[in-house]
Nanobody
Framework: QVQLAESGGGLVQAGGSLRLSCAVSGRTFSTLVMGWFRQAPGKEREFVATISWSGGRTDYADSVKGRFTISRDNAKNTVYLQMNSLKPEDTAVYYC?????????????????WGQGTQVTVSS
């Protein structure tokens, strides 16, 4: 059973930074494509970023390009989301997800495993 545990959320002022972490157990981490999604109150879950098995390829939602960076450390079984220049509209619960498929994955339905989520609140 694959388990994902996010950490690093919190309250930050607009323009600030946070780094989210997601620790993965139960499967060889380097065989998993990883992604970050978020869900704001009253809205659907949306794609934020994805990273390939090796970490050599990444992709981002247009709304976070240039501000967020996804990375992974396969030796530590952990994926990260560095969030800079945060805006109030980034406020959401952030989820990490894992897929056994290859490539880069933007669709939530193609991820098999999900974490519990971590709250990120950006004040104006």
């Amino acid at each position: 059973q694959v388990q994902l545990a996010e950490s690093g959320g919190g309250l930050v002022q607009a323009g600030g930074s946070l780094r989210l972490s997601c620790a993965v157990s139960g499967r060889t981490f380097s065989t998993l494509v990883m992604g970050w999604f978020r869900q704001a109150p009253g809205k659907e879950r949306e794609f934020v970023a994805t990273i390939s098995w090796s970490g050599g390829r990444t992709d981002y939602a247009d709304s976070v390009k240039g501000r967020f960076t996804i990375s992974r450390d396969n030796a530590k079984n952990t994926v990260y989301l560095q969030m800079n220049s945060l805006k109030p509209e980034d406020t959401a619960v952030y989820y990490c997800a894992a897929s056994v498929r290859g490539g880069l994955i933007k669709l939530a339905g193609l991820y098999t495993y999900w974490g519990q989520g971590t709250q990120v609140t950006v004040s104006s």
